[in-house]
């Protein structure tokens, strides 16, 4: 069998393989000779992670999973700054957490190669909002380097450190969705002696606090140099391998990244030939002499780019300074939200030259619609099996309805679905706290406060936050909670990995990629900073965790319960590993009386109507054993059958 | 061939992206440039999900263009009706029979469509071809469920057109699984493989064939 990571590490140049994105990037730090990583997952960047932990061990590199993104930046940054090459991979919203630090060391520069890989999710696959890191990247004055193709995702990495260290700046590598996880065949290149012999770098950090230290004497002589320094790498990029010119006539498009992707296969499908073609693969700062060379002759020109007009502005700019009076469309052409596609490129550019589209979409929109009418929808929902449904399960129970319900980011974030419906408020990483907390001043008053208590009915807060998210950004959060004298059930959902970006560890897990860590548990931390109640439950004994909840309702003050068991995807990976069984219920059709509490109320996915006999069932498939039907059953028809898988 | 289109569709955890994967590598060692497009994270709960393999002498995107499709390979049979408008027309859609109900129909507020409504609106909306059976049973004959995904690429190997050799296919999923699953996956590859073959090749088939 050849695992993934044996490609990535394969010391066989000239190979063709096929990988993920996020795959070929490791496998171009591992060529650009990378010595630190650090990271907190985010999809879409996780694999950039996860692949590296895998082979960090043999190819000498650290690699960390980071409690956050702003750690994490700032580990890779400080192994940069003693003169090592390093990397740090986030999602979109992942920068912004590291933004506070990221804004400022753009002053300071870099000593080792330093590449920010930033995943952005236009279209929203799996993520809150669609930022355009581009458009980041233009407000730090920091270069964007884009690819277009798997192969580039890998080469770009190596050529990243390049430029990164001739200029002594951060570099950022954005890629979205498609690009993290869109497989393409890669050649391989050469692999450095150190990566080969899995040496371990150690570098050297030579002090220098008129450099490092961000008071404003010395920065406001440093923004200068960001100035002047991102100049620098617009000329670089004028002769920048991932740029290029291609094809000629009098109409021009420009494409930046991915788009270049679109903007071929659209071309190709429309039969369109003579047009001239700008590749971008560095989307800011757009090199004005290749602009230059690019609009030489040309009597129009289109701007294919996915999300914000990034590169549009600065090409409108550039035009609008240099005299050039021929029509620009960008986003009057190609739209603003959601991923870019073949289809999207096809209608811009048939627009743009005043043709007909091959196919015609709208005749397969109309009855595409039709069809969707009788397509019953399938949402993501928590797995069978979830600890995260017993525990929202036995908090709906015991706090009702009208409770509110803050939640946060990760797989519990679906609570919010029916039959559960327990999640009213998530914004961003840790942000239930701090909802819960402002609720409850706004809705109760702090404790200290006379006027809570006066009588006036209380308004009950429960905030769900997951293990991970807890030491991501929940932690000050709490602390906030704690010493303002807030009044809130904060339910941490303990299922000891980061489960929705793919079974990482993180510090409740305790062990690292490299063996053991040192676990923080995460009631000990709460009953540390002083918390009124705490409390931990198993949720798959969903009589207990309701009992708890209960009980930590009464408490005045911030109450914390901790519902802990292992995730139960990652609990049955682990079991087909290791060959085990686990055991299997089914109803008992005499004792099913088809109220649909187990469908209405509880609703694991393994559970299905049989709409002829009126009675439930369990999909043995499907069934990985928590018991938990049989314990929301009010007929007991649900029965332990078997142990073990068919 | 100028390109391959395939729409994969299932339901998160039918092991869709280990099959665009497989097919991937398999066009791959065919000499011919991949794109496999997946999807990830938080859809793959139980949701639908949707992966692309496309490959021949000159492809970008890692997504099928809607009218594209050569084929569009179901997991789940209302999962290639929620992707029909990849389908190119004369296309085909091969699914397996076996429904899996969303929990909205088991809750009674959305209807799961029959096979012959699903069959309909491929043929007549769309001017596509349709196929299915029960790949799940197949599997379960050959030693595991988890092998349905690998039923099914046998069987697509099979479907006229198939550009990727049956060996090709075979050597990759050998590569691509644990030693001690090899035997259970040749053999489920084999009985997607026999059940397609004869039925396929006459292209005459009875739109859902009966599993020997």
Not at chain 1, 37 to 43: H, L, M, R, V
Not at chain 1, 224 to 246: A, D, G, Q, V
Not at chain 2, 2 to 20: F, H, P, R, S
């Amino acid at each position: 069998m050849v695992k993934v990571t044996d490609i990535v590490l394969w010391d066989k140049p000239g190979e063709r393989v096929l990988l993920l994105g996020n795959q070929a990037i490791v496998r171009g730090a591992l060529e650009g000779n990378i010595a630190v990583f650090a990271a907190y997952p985010g999809t879409p960047s996780s694999e950039v992670t996860d692949t590296m932990a895998a082979v960090a061990k043999r190819a000498g590199v650290y690699m960390e999973y980071s409690t956050n993104e702003k750690v994490a930046f700032e580990t890779a940054l400080s192994a940069s700054w003693a003169g090592l090459r390093a990397m740090t991979a986030m999602k979109h919203v992942g920068l912004n957490v590291a933004m506070d630090s990221f804004m400022t060391v753009s002053y300071m520069g870099v000593n080792g190669g330093f590449i920010v890989m930033v995943a952005d999710d236009p279209s929203m696959w799996s993520s809150q909002n669609e930022q355009d890191t581009r458009a980041i990247g233009k407000f730090a004055n920091i270069p964007v380097l884009e690819p277009s193709s798997v192969q580039e995702a890998k080469d770009i990495v190596k050529y990243g450190f390049e430029i990164s260290e001739k200029y002594g700046q951060m570099v950022i590598l954005r890629t979205t969705t498609r690009s993290s996880h869109m497989r393409g065949d890669v050649v391989l290149g050469e692999l450095p002696e150190e990566i080969k012999q899995g040496k371990r770098k150690f570098g050297e950090f030579k002090k220098n606090p008129e450099r490092y230290v961000d008071i404003p004497a010395f920065q406001r002589k440093k923004h200068l140099w960001l100035l002047e320094t991102i100049e620098k790498y617009r000329k670089e990029f004028e002769s920048s391998p991932f740029n290029w010119i291609e094809g000629d006539g009098k109409v021009g498009i420009i494409a930046p990244g991915l788009s270049y992707a679109y903007v071929k296969e659209a071309l190709a499908w429309l039969g369109m030939e003579n047009i001239r073609i700008l590749k971008l693969g560095t989307p800011f700062p757009v090199p004005y002499a290749l602009l230059e060379k690019f609009f030489d002759g040309l009597e129009k020109v289109l701007i294919v780019e996915e999300l914000e007009p990034v590169v549009e502005e600065q090409v409108k700019l550039w035009a609008y300074d240099n005299d050039v009076r021929i029509p620009i469309h960008g986003k009057d052409l190609v739209p603003r939200v959601y991923e870019m596609t073949t289809r999207r490129a096809v209608e811009a550019i048939a627009k743009f030259l005043g043709v007909s589209t091959p196919i015609k979409f709208e005749e397969i929109d109309e009855k595409y619609k039709k069809v969707q009418e009788i397509v019953p929808p399938r949402p993501p929902s928590l797995c069978p099996a979830c600890p995260h449904r017993n525990t929202f399960f036995a908090i709906r129970k015991a706090a009702g309805p009208k409770a509110i319900y803050p939640s946060d980011i990760g797989c519990y974030t679906l609570g919010v679905l029916p039959p559960l419906k327990t999640v009213d408020t998530t914004i961003a990483m840790g942000g239930s706290i701090g909802i819960a907390h402002g609720l409850s001043i706004a809705l109760n008053g702090a404790l200290s406060e006379e006027q809570r208590k006066t009588g006036k009915e209380k308004k009950v807060i429960v905030a769900t936050i997951g293990d991970s998210t807890f030491f991501h950004t929940g932690l000050p959060a709490l602390a906030n909670a704690i010493y303002n004298r807030s009044n809130v059930l904060i339910v941490v959902m303990d299922n000891l990995v980061t489960a929705m970006t793919g079974d990482q560890p993180n510090p409740g897990t305790g062990e690292t990629p490299h063996g053991e860590g040192r676990r923080i548990l995460i009631e000990e931390v709460a009953a540390a900073m002083g918390a009124d109640f705490v409390a931990v439950v198993d949720p798959y004994d969903i009589k207990a965790t309701y009992e708890t909840i209960k009980k930590a309702l009464e408490v005045e003050g911030v109450s914390v319960v901790v519902s802990r068991r292992a995730c139960a995807l990652y609990r049955i990976g682990q079991l087909r590993r290791e060959g085990k069984q686990w055991p299997i219920y089914q109803v008992n059709e005499e004792k099913c009386t088809g109220c649909k509490v187990c469908i209405n109320a509880y609703g694991c996915p393994a559970i299905y109507w049989d709409a002829e006999k009126k009675k439930a069932r369990v999909d043995p498939l499907m069934c990985w054993g928590c018991g938990g039907c049989a314990q929301v059953c009010p007929f007991g028809a649900f029965e332990k059958v078997r142990e073990g898988e068919l | 061939m100028k390109e391959y289109n395939i729409v994969i569709t299932g339901v998160g955890g039918q092991g869709i992206l280990t099959a665009a994967n497989i097919l991937g590598w398999a066009a791959l060692r065919a000499g011919y440039k991949v794109r496999v497009g997946e999807i990830h994270g938080m859809s793959q709960r139980f949701g639908s999900v949707i992966a692309y393999v496309r490959f021949g002498e000159e492809v970008y995107g890692a997504m099928v263009p809607e009218g594209k499709a050569d084929v569009i390979l179901s997991f789940e049979p209302v999962e290639a009706l929620r992707y029909i408008n990849y389908l190119k027309k004369g296309g085909l859609v091969f699914t397996n029979a076996r429904p899996i109900p969303p929990v909205q129909v088991s809750m009674g507020i959305a209807r799961y469509p029959s096979l012959e409504e699903i069959k309909r609106i491929v043929e007549e909306d769309f001017g596509g071809r349709f196929l299915a059976f029960d790949a799940e049973k197949l599997a379960i004959e050959a030693g595991h469920v988890v092998t349905t995904n690998v039923v099914l690429i046998g069987a697509l190997t099979q479907t006229p057109g198939f550009p990727l050799s049956e060996d090709h296919v075979r050597d990759v999923i050998k590569l691509n699984v644990p030693p001690k699953a090899v035997e259970i996956n040749m053999r489920a590859f084999d009985l997607g493989v026999k059940t397609c073959e004869r039925t396929c090749l006459l292209f005459n088939f009875p739109w859902v064939f009966d599993c020997p």
